[in-house]
Structures are given as C-alpha cells and as structure tokens.
C-alpha cells in the first residue's frame, strides 16, 4: 500500500525552480514535498551556462524587472543555500563583456586596455563589447547544495518519484505517485521542459534544446563572461570555459551532435585562441523549457489549489530567486515584488 504525506504545498520538479521555491516555503513555515520523476538538479538545472544575464540583449523587454529583481536577491539566496548545506555555491565570475553594435548602445565601449585586466585572451576580432555588471555561477556548485540545502530546511525531497495522478478535493490536492498518495492544499508545476504535461495542466511550455561544451584555458587567461549573438564563454576559474549553446526544437532529445556543436566551438576558439579542446569532448545537452513569447508562466493555473511556475526559457537559473519568492508570496495572498500580470497562465488561454 501507497504511504501517505501531508503537507502544505507539494512540488513536482526537483530542479532549481521547484527545490528554490521549496525553501522559500519552509522559511515561511509552510510543510512541503518536492516529487522529482528522476535525480534532483540533474536535467536544465545541472546543464546550464550558469550567467546570470540580467541585460543580454536576447532577452524579452518585459522580462527585465524581474532579471533585476533576482540578480538583486542573488546574494542572500546563495548565502542561505550554502549555510543550510555547509556547501561552497560562490559567483565564479562578477562581471560580462557582452557583444553590442559597432555604435556602441549598452554602455561604455570597452577599451583595449580594460578587456586585458579581465581578459588578456580574448581575441575581440571586428567585434564591439560594453561590460555588464552580471555574475555567473557553476550549476554543479548547486547540484548537491540546493537539494542538499532543502533537506535541512526541513523540506521532503522524493527523487525517482513521477506524479501518476493529481486530483482537486475542494479543500487541496492528492497526488498519486507509485509509492506515495500526497495531500497537499497546493500543488505548484515547476517541471521546466516538462511542464506541459497533461496530468500537470497543460500549458505551452516546448522543449528547447542547447548543446554545450567545455574547453580548456588558463584560468588568468578569462576572468569575466563573454557574449556574442552567437556563442557565449563562462570561465569557472579553474581551467574550464564552458561554452554554448544551441538553440534546437528537437523534442525530448538530449543526445550530443558534433555538426551541431562545432560551430559553436569554432566561434568560441575565435575568440579565445590559447583556449583548447579536450579529447574525448566534454559536451552535453540540456532542455530549456521554452513558451509561445520567451517569458516564463508564473500564477494560478485553472485547476484549483494549482500554480505553474515555469517557463523560465534561457534564464531559469538567474530567475530562480525571483521566481520562488514571488511565487511563495502569490499564493500566500500577498502582493509580489514584481507584477505577475506579464507571465500568467492564463495569457495563452489554454490553462
Ligand atoms: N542561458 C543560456 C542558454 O540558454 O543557452
């Protein structure tokens, strides 16, 4: 027989999404359990760059006051993770060298000079870059810290446990998985690529897949991010620059193509031409949970006592903080930092 749970709030998605908004939940004093059908932090979570790209021009506009809203709440989110998990989560690099228009239009042009201080490799070829105040992180640093981090919190985290059924019972939700029956006065989708699901309400979130890779380079070589329109460098400060990405609509697939990935390396090798590539290839693929008009879905969902927070596209780790804060506040009742008019559900109709 199925053991039972009862808590306030039940999350399917371990990922960064759900196991940050998991502790904003506990720091409230509300009981929740986070289902996760595989390993937690293991999918989109895990393979991402890690910029916190609060001003990538690639970005939607609407999306800008709550890119500035998370960057700000960054400092405290990491602190709070790594003294709950007793694990390091530092900002790997602190600022960006991003690609603008020959004119310039971002900010300062970077000189010659200052792009040697921070980055002495760096080829900048006919390209023109501003510097942006952004960081970066190593999602890795969060893979074992925020699931890590959760548990001492005091929230349940099931892994290898896929939500079968979910059911309203006017006064909350049962969630049936294969060992567990869950119930919850809320349930919240923050399944990312996943999360259009049937059983989760079906909203338009498509899979988005980016193809990744790391090279080799002295570490003093980039201290900094670099962008471009097409390829962007993460220094992790201890010889590896990660490298990406694709952006393929391929379905579930998450398999690495080398015809695929090369140009991307070319561009990065242009760029940084003491950097290396490590034989075999450190490649991999991650799933971005992508919608209709780039912005994440965060609200009510039609179902009762059910919300959707995802959709986070190419930003998931940098609106992670945002994200569970004003999701906790939303269903708490009280007004959120940032207006959700923008992201929810309910702008696609459909849920
Ligand atoms: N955040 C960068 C990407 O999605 O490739």
């Given amino acids: 027989?199925?053991?039972?749970?009862?808590?306030?709030?039940?999350?399917?998605?371990?990922?960064?999404?759900?196991?940050?908004?998991?502790?904003?939940?506990?720091q409230r004093g509300l009981s929740v359990a986070v289902m996760e059908r595989g390993h937690a932090m293991s999918s989109a979570s895990w393979a991402a760059g890690g910029m916190l790209a609060v001003n990538d021009p690639q970005n939607p506009l609407k999306l800008l006051p709550l890119c500035i809203r998370s960057w700000a709440l960054y400092p405290s989110y990491l602190a709070r993770i790594e003294a709950l998990s007793g694990r390091p989560v530092p900002l790997r690099t602190?600022?960006?060298?991003?690609?603008?228009?020959p004119e310039g239009g971002l900010g300062g042009t970077a000189t010659a000079a200052e792009i040697a201080e921070?980055?002495?490799?760096?080829?900048?070829?006919?390209?023109?870059?501003?510097?942006?105040?952004?960081?970066?992180?190593?999602?890795?640093?969060?893979?074992?810290?925020?699931?890590a981090a959760v548990r001492a919190a005091g929230g349940t985290l099931l892994e290898e446990t896929e939500v079968l059924s979910v059911e309203t019972t006017g006064r909350g939700i049962v969630v049936e998985t294969l060992r567990e029956r869950i119930s919850a006065g809320m349930l919240v989708n923050c399944c990312?690529?996943?999360?259009?699901?049937?059983?989760?309400?079906?909203?338009?979130?498509?899979p988005v897949?980016?193809?990744?890779?790391?090279?080799?380079?002295?570490?003093?070589?980039?201290?900094?991010?670099?962008r471009t329109?097409?390829?962007?460098?993460?220094?992790?400060?201890?010889?590896?620059?990660?490298?990406?990405?694709?952006?393929?609509?391929?379905?579930?697939?998450?398999?690495v193509e080398s015809s695929l990935i090369r140009p991307v390396i070319d561009a990065a090798l242009r760029l940084l031409p003491e950097a290396s590539l490590p034989s075999p290839l450190d490649a991999w693929a991650g799933l971005r949970p992508g919608t209709p008009d780039d912005?994440?879905?965060?609200?009510?969902?039609?179902?009762?006592?059910?919300?959707?927070?995802?959709?986070?596209?190419?930003?998931?780790?940098?609106?992670?903080?945002?994200?569970?804060?004003?999701?906790?506040?939303?269903?708490?009742?009280e007004t959120p930092d940032v207006s959700l008019d923008a992201f929810s559900p309910a702008r696609f109709g459909s849920d």
């Fill in 295 to 333: 912005l994440p879905i965060l609200g009510a969902a039609k179902l009762e006592n059910c919300w959707h927070a995802t959709g986070h596209y190419r930003d998931g780790i940098l609106l992670a903080p945002v994200t569970a804060r004003v999701m906790a506040q939303a269903m708490l009742g």
């Fill in 229 to 255: 329109a097409g390829v962007y460098l993460v220094p992790r400060g201890d010889g590896r620059v990660t490298i990406g990405a694709t952006l393929e609509h391929a379905g579930f697939d998450e398999t």
């Fill in 1 to 26: 027989m199925n053991s039972s749970l009862v808590v306030d709030v039940a999350i399917a998605g371990g990922g960064i999404i759900g196991l940050s908004l998991a502790l904003e939940l506990r």
């Fill in 209 to 226: 897949k980016g193809q990744m890779a790391n090279l080799r380079c002295a570490p003093e070589l980039l201290r900094c991010v670099v």
């Fill in 94 to 101: 602190q600022r960006a060298l991003q690609e603008q228009k």
């Fill in 192 to 206: 990312g690529a996943w999360a259009g699901g049937r059983r989760l309400g079906g909203v338009p979130v498509e």
């Fill in 118 to 147: 921070l980055a002495p490799g760096l080829d900048p070829g006919g390209h023109s870059f501003a510097w942006l105040d952004e960081g970066s992180i190593d999602p890795n640093d969060l893979r074992e810290a925020l699931p």
